[in-house]
């Protein structure tokens, strides 16, 4: 079976109008702009979290035509900040993961842990573990590591970039900063006023 790409055609959300994207299976768009350009809320319109113009599809399914929950189990966004609603870390996760916590640098007793005495880089590292965990088919990355240090980033890097070839998920990914862009994505697109541009 042929994997999915993910495109945008004629999308509008808050000051941008008329976004034309195809994403291809494995590949990393990462987009850049301005802070308060849209980036995070293109991310929403693309996850079906907020209205938008103009049509997005994942392969031959149309977001407006499937269950909005349906959708962003297949589309899975990482917003920045992460929500967890159940007490322990475990209790997030559609299956058991350990082999990836541990390349993440967790020991598997982090199921067992409550989400209080989790700090900010714990919770962005895990919040992509229970992305990964529904088996997710494209991903939607709001800065996956502003909140890491050097080593944690490194390690979210090669796992996720490895993920994503071997799933072949189509990805756009929101970064700031250049090294990591040049690392991770495939293509760099910057928001200029209510459009897309290359970056190259």
Known sequence: MQEPALQLEGVSIGALSDIDLAIA????VCLSGPSGSGKSRLLRAVA?????????RLGDRDQAAMHAHAWRRA???VPAESQWW???V????ARDMPETLA???FEAEVVEWSISRLSSGEKQRLALVRALSYDPEALL???PTANLDAQSTARVETWLTRLIRERRLPVLWVAHDPSQ????GSRHLRIAGDRLESAL
Do not use: K, T
């Not at 079906?48 to 997005?56: F, P, S, V």
């Not at 862009?181 to 991770?184: D, L, T, Y």
């Open 90 to 93: 475990g209790e997030h996760f």
């Open 25 to 28: 299976p494995g590949e990393v």
């Open 141 to 143: 990355l709001d800065e």
């Open 181 to 184: 862009i040049e690392r991770v």
């Open 48 to 56: 079906d979290l907020e209205a938008h113009g103009g049509r997005i």
């Open 75 to 77: 589309v899975m966004l």
């Open 86 to 88: 159940h007490e322990r």
């Open 103 to 105: 390349e993440l640098g």
